[in-house]
């Protein structure tokens, strides 16, 4: 049985529906703060509350119509033993309840002794003597449909229909949708106890930090951003928000070269903590993104590396700029077809040499899955054709390069690439990690015979990026090296 204490902030509401109870049919139900009444009005059965005191009238709490098996509920809220309105305009709520009892309407808690109706959805208050309707927490969902209708009837429905009726008395809702908030808010209730509990560990070492020589340490943040931006409201009474954190860049953006010149050292740092974090909220995203549902979204990935070209930037063992994005390296003809279009147009920044490349998903297969001859540490994979495909489309946009795209260049100065000298590809496709130790050695023989078209997997993309902030974190302390040998000497 669920047990459930009484919460002085909601005049006695109990934070969860009651399941240990006996169940009653009779006319008359008891508990002891007031009694149900039960009555037939034609195909409704009709609960009205009386309490204990001469001075409280009877209010009615809910109704159950037999033939279209609909609950109505009347949200009301028990202010100093009086039955108040919940809502500033909705006067009832109503429930499809198909499943619904009306020979089990009501219980008794064994633990408080008090009535509660059963059989109403999460998120519904039950407990009589505090008045029917939404619990406390969850108010707000009605508040908001409220506010932006004109509804005095609020109907939650199992079919799928939402939105005003013609009359527009009655709002329709699914039950799933408001399920679905009520586990919002407990959601970030549990959150708002983690953000809570990480900053007082933080207080609690700190008050006691200088009798045993610890030093003070902060509130422990977390990755998830909710509870980041929860512990940082708890820690220091306010938080920084999406457009605060804009006008933060823009600022240090516009104020970067003053910075720069006045104090050099603190420039460095900042801009090498900038850095930091951003390649490892790359990463971070990098790696949701191969376990999520983008595993073999093609568009996704392009997407990706457009927004964040410094991961392109590291795939090269030469400095390059991304010049254009699904850029036109062939035109089309007067038919408009024919036209040939890389992902992405790169420029080698010392020699200007161009570099297409072509972003496919990471599901896509590299090797074939049947050998092609030998057996077993014998056999030898040929290409999967998604691979081989890929790279005769590079090879052919590479060709395009010098043969349409340099005679059009001359109308885009600005791009400075070299479309005659040591034009490069590369495709981004796959994961190694899938392949079997056969398959991995014909597609690193298969891929050492590319002169000039680059392949690497997304796995290989991975570890290249975390190898680069593995480096950025920890320097190599050339000096301190130094240093240390002088003094031993």
Not at 245 to 260: F, I, N, Q
Not at 345 to 362: D, F, G, R, Y
Not at 389 to 409: E, F, P
Request: with cysteine; charged share 30%; net charge negative.
């Amino acid at each position: 049985m669920n047990t459930w204490t009484l919460d002085p902030l909601e005049e006695g509401e109990p934070d969860h529906d009651e399941t240990g109870f006996e169940a009653y049919d009779d006319a008359e139900l008891d508990d002891r703060f007031g009694s149900i009444e039960v009555r037939d009005e034609g195909n409704e059965l009709v609960l009205t509350r009386t309490g204990r005191s001469s001075k409280l009238e009877s209010t009615e709490m809910l109704r159950f119509d037999r033939v279209e098996k609909l609950l109505r509920v009347f949200p009301k809220v028990n202010r100093s033993g009086q039955f108040e309105d919940q809502f500033d305009r909705i006067i009832e709520l109503q429930v499809e309840a198909p499943a619904w009892d009306p020979h089990l309407h009501s219980a008794v808690s064994e633990r408080y002794d008090l009535l509660h109706a059963v059989g109403l959805p999460a998120g519904f208050a039950a407990t009589y003597e505090y008045g029917l309707g939404i619990k406390r927490d969850y108010r707000d969902f009605v508040g908001g449909i409220e506010k932006h209708s004109s509804c005095t009837i609020l109907r939650f429905t199992n079919t799928g229909r939402e939105g005003l009726d013609a009359e527009g008395e009655t709002f329709w809702v699914s039950l799933q949708r408001f399920g679905r908030y009520c586990d919002a808010v407990e959601r970030n209730r549990g959150r708002g106890r983690t953000a809570v509990r990480r900053v007082n560990d933080a207080e609690c070492h700190n008050a006691v930090a200088d009798l045993f020589e610890l030093g003070q340490v902060e509130p422990r943040y977390g990755k998830n951003q909710v509870i980041r931006a929860l512990t940082e409201e708890v820690s220091t009474g306010y938080v920084v928000d999406a457009a605060d954190r804009v006008v933060l860049v823009d600022e240090v953006e516009r104020t970067a070269p003053e910075v720069a010149r006045e104090a050099p050292e603190r420039f460095a740092r900042l801009r090498t903590d900038i850095e930091l974090v951003s390649l490892e909220v790359l990463i971070e995203q990098f790696e949701e993104g191969l376990k999520g549902p983008h595993n073999n979204d093609e568009s996704y990935w392009q997407s990706f590396f457009g927004t964040n070209r410094f991961a392109l930037q590291q795939l090269f063992s030469m400095p390059i700029v991304v010049a254009c994005a699904q850029a036109h390296v062939q035109a089309a003809d007067v038919s408009g077809r024919g036209a040939r279009i890389t992902d992405f147009l790169c420029a080698n920044t010392v020699t200007h040499s161009a570099v297409v490349v072509e972003i496919k998903a990471p599901a896509t297969a590299l090797m074939a899955k049947t050998s092609y001859r030998g057996k077993g540490t014998a056999e030898v994979y040929p290409p999967d054709t998604s691979l081989s495909g890929s790279i005769a489309q590079v090879q052919s946009q590479m060709a395009a390069v010098s043969q349409d795209l340099a005679r059009r260049l001359d109308r885009s100065p600005e791009l400075k690439i070299d479309a005659w000298n040591d034009v490069r590809g590369a495709v981004i496709a796959g994961r190694l990690f899938n392949l079997t130790d056969e398959q991995r050695e014909s597609f690193l023989r298969y891929r050492a015979g590319l002169t000039t078209v680059t392949v690497l997997g997304y796995d290989e993309v991975l570890e290249r990026l975390k190898a680069l902030l593995t480096v950025l974190k920890s320097p190599p302390d050339l000096d301190g090296d130094t240093m240390a040998g002088a003094d031993k000497s």
